[in-house]
């Protein structure tokens, strides 16, 4: 049986691999080849000024490079919308302070439905609690339109590293186990912490600038262990550089199906999916959230736009209406607001 678990695995197989080019390749695939890259977009509007008006294109902001797993997502989304809404979706990156200057832009756009976010875990849960002073509020600054899927976070060690989750914790003498991550305050930080936490065990964070040098040094071994997502890590399994050895999800990743769960390994509150979802600004009102909605579902429930999201490794979630939605916002923001007050961390 393959590592992973996959409708088309063809574009992980590199030993060199760059994600974001690997991300990028994998969309312009599907959409070219399931016929929705430049795909006509005609029809009635949905989010529109008035009746008869010209349509304004809705844009779509990425807080994040192009290239990257959150663009691939983003793109995917606007494709399928632009057809649907019947009118231009573009997709905008606004990079920069880890997501923080995308993100606030939306937050301060005029609420009128035609300037949304793709929204994730690290901007609308983890980054506000993280930054000093605050520099938006992750549910009163916004209006929760949809959510998209998720993708699991994965504990991996080096090829010649431990085998089980029970021997990387098998104590080495006084040294500490080693984790990196891709900045100080992101998602692969904390949830070493929370692993810390539920496990009692030694750990020293080696922040790095990304992925890409995180994962060389842990394929090195110049240090012990880190969490990163199914889609990062991917080449470096499939390589056999690197090994998983638990995944944070609720449940085990479709992906990764013979790697446990830390629930399963007796650590139930090791949990983090690096969820997705779709926003506007505070305002918006609210039959344009609605409707947005209704084409976010739409899409998602297409099976082009699903195999391109499987193609980056997103499991796509359940329908949620945008009040559902938020409360689940609303208990990510809390959840990992505690987390970060916690472990002392702030950024400014």
């Not at 996959?6 to 060199?16: G, Y």
């Not at 999201?309 to 959840?335: I, R, Y």
């Amino acid at each position: 049986m393959p590592l992973f678990r996959m409708f088309d695995t063809t574009m992980i197989h590199r030993s060199t691999p760059r994600p974001a080019s690997r991300f990028t390749q994998g969309v312009l695939t599907c959409l070219l080849g399931l016929g929705l890259y430049g795909a006509a977009t005609t029809g009635s509007a949905a989010v529109n000024d008035k009746q008869g008006a010209a349509l304004r294109p809705i844009s779509i902001v990425v807080a994040g490079p192009a290239g990257g797993a959150t663009d691939g997502v983003a793109r995917l989304i606007a494709a399928r919308m632009s057809v649907t809404l019947g009118q231009d979706v573009i997709v905008d990156n606004k990079a920069g302070a880890g997501g923080v200057i995308g993100t606030k832009f939306v937050a301060q756009a005029k609420p009128d439905g035609h300037t949304l976010l793709l929204g994730h875990i690290a901007t609308n849960a983890i980054a506000p609690a993280v930054h000093t002073p605050r520099p938006y509020d992750p549910v009163a600054d916004f209006e929760s339109i949809g959510f998209i899927g998720s993708t699991a976070s994965v504990l991996v060690v080096p090829a010649k590293g431990p085998t089980t989750l029970k021997a990387l914790l098998t104590p080495n003498g006084n040294a500490p186990i080693s984790y990196g991550s891709t900045g100080i305050g992101g998602t692969a930080h904390l949830l070493g912490h929370v692993f810390g936490q539920a496990t009692a065990a030694p750990l020293l964070h080696v922040p790095y600038r990304g992925s890409p040098p995180a994962l060389q040094d842990l394929v090195g071994a110049r240090i012990s262990m880190m969490f990163a997502t199914a889609g990062a890590v991917a080449p470096y399994l499939e390589s056999g550089m690197l090994k998983p050895l638990a995944v944070a999800s609720n449940k085990r990743s479709r992906f990764l199906p013979d790697v446990p769960t830390f629930k399963e390994l007796n650590y139930p509150n090791v949990v983090q999916e690096g969820w997705f979802g779709l926003f506007s600004a505070a305002g918006t009102p609210a039959a344009a959230v609605r409707k947005l909605n209704e084409h976010l579902n739409t899409a998602l429930a297409d099976p082009a736009v699903r195999k391109g999201l499987e193609q980056l490794f997103v499991e796509v979630g359940a329908p949620a209406s945008p009040e559902n939605f938020k409360t689940f916002v609303q208990k990510e923001a809390a959840h990992w607001a505690g987390v970060v007050a916690s472990s002392g961390v702030k950024t400014e």
